[in-house]
């Protein structure tokens, strides 16, 4: 098929494959620090295509589809330090002392490259031929477009790479002075409740005053619902019921309750949150591929020769690899049980292993892939697909285990059941992205088969970044619940979501799960999904009151949630007092770059800081002995943080209006 020359547009070449991997060495760092410190990970997309535009515009040759390429592969990659929602289980339940490199990169890359050939074939039905509204795909579009089309677009270009610069330093340096002990590190206060006890806390981080401000005004209110719910009425109700010992500080008391029981019950929220949304995507996901089939089968009747834009890798060059990436597959689940106690049964396990990560990896593809489709892949419900998986996963090969019970046989099967899961949790998040790319290449004319080449690279170049940064933090920090023999800090990281889906498999296999605890919070997030409904339907669809952020808040730790929702609030408002003035849009999306920036600066300064505590052999390497009280270091945290913020929202508006004019 020949297709003139001004219709192939420059698209994948080596400059862009170069910048996308270096760009994805930085991000996917940053999103391994910060899934591992607080639970949380944000879409690379838009500050990826920011950075690619600056950075390209120096070569006159350079298309709107080469920057796409560039955010494609960079996005894909920062996309799959997800993993690491699952992969410090292992080290949690003392499987691994260390992170191993190729069993690591061979889960992420299996994962991934399956995760982009299950969604080549929901392209049309999905993206091409569906009216989602896929808000981070639309918007890294408008981005590329805007940076593309004019002189005021290359200044607004150069204006964005401008606030990601400011954004990261600022909040690195904001991050060195909480790492030098001049910040508090976390402001908190707790208080007794009777007999009971409560408190609320707010961690010093510019990252995720970020993360709340990219995650929308929506979510903040159902995470602050959330934290009302867990330290407003349960922690309070929980405490009550079991005193405190004499002695007890209210601090201790409050967040002991909390990570034991209340934790367990936004596990619930979370769990049946995702179930029902799932469920409610059956009919329109099974509508949308039965609507995709018709129109290839009649494409192919008619011999239609299909435009550059509709073009999509081969379907038997997808089905060839997804054959064969399941070998690779196959091996590593049989590597993975050498030598163990569960050799024996090597060959059942592996046949049930490889099955569902084929089946579940298909059904997580598809239905990620439509959530981000529908609320973007940063909201997109990740955190629920980990929690069905490894139930799933550790139902499954409990089952075939079950004959050779023991205690070094039920460490085995959890072990086994978490890096499953691992697979699939790759295939998942690697579908979430890929169709949010694919969406932003339609809207600039991208060709499909080419951006899916560009995703592989992605994957490739993440699963090679992935293991290092995972060993170097547990070996300068640690996780909170795993052995930490060789670490060196004294401050592990809290894996939220690893010790969530590592404590469920555990409960699953070895029959001990608090199953009455998990039953309330499933009461609670049914109660949720009602007020959810009811809320969108008598505003036809305004407001909205997400289940899931309202669960993730319940299961998160206080401390991370409260700076999400600042966050949240104080873009809202943000947003609000620049629209109606020249330049409301451009101030707007330089708003989002430097809140990008203030997660990249904090995660990457803190991965660097992992790196000088190896080499230093120091728990604290920086920190400067001063005699200031703790609430002093918080009250200036609190004062250089007001100032960061608004300070670079100032910036933001006048750069819009400049932009603008």
Known sequence: MSIAAPSTPKEITLRGIILGILITLVFTAAQV????????????SIPAAVISMALLSAFKDATIQENNIVQTIASAAGTLASVIFVLPGLLMIGWWAHVPFWPTFGACAVGGVLGVMYTVPLRRALVSQSDLPYPEGVAAAEVLKVGMASRAGAAEGKAGLRAVIWGSLTSALFAAGAAAKLLAGEVAIYFRTGAG?????????????GAGHLMGITVGVA???????????????????SPAAAGMAAADHALSIWSKEVRMMGAGVIGIAAIITLAGLAKPILGGLKSAMETARKAKLAGAVLDRTELDMPIFIVGLVTLISLVPAGWLLASFLQGGPLMSLAVPLVAVGVGYILIAGIFAAAVCGYMAGLIGSSNSPVSGIAIL???????????????????????????????????????AVIGNDNLQDLKTGQLVNATPWKQQVGLLIGVAAGSCVVPPVLELLNHANGFVGAPNLDSISDQPLAAPQALLISTLAKGVIGGNLQWNLLGYGVLIGLALVLINFALKQSSNGKYSLPPLGVGLAIYLPSAVITPVVIGAVTGWLFDRAVEKKAGGEAAKRIGVLVMSGFIVGESLFNVALAGMIVLSGKGEPLAI??????????????????AIVWSLYRWSAKNGQAVHG
């Open 33 to 44: 620090y910060l899934g591992l410190k607080v639970g949380l990970t944000f879409a690379t």
């Open 197 to 209: 006890a409560t408190g609320i806390g707010a961690s010093s981080s510019l990252a995720l005053i």
């Open 223 to 241: 995470m602050l619902v959330g934290t009302v719910i867990a330290w407003g009425v349960l922690v309070p109700i929980m405490t009550t019921l």
């Open 389 to 427: 998986t490894i139930l799933g996963a550790a139902l499954s090969v409990g089952m075939v285990g079950r004959t050779v019970m023991g205690p070094e046989v039920a460490q085995a099967l959890i072990a086994f059941a978490l890096f499953v899961t691992t697979v699939v949790l790759a295939v």
């Open 625 to 642: 002995a001063n005699a200031m009280s703790e609430g002093q270091t918080m009250s200036i945290a609190l004062i250089v943080g007001t």
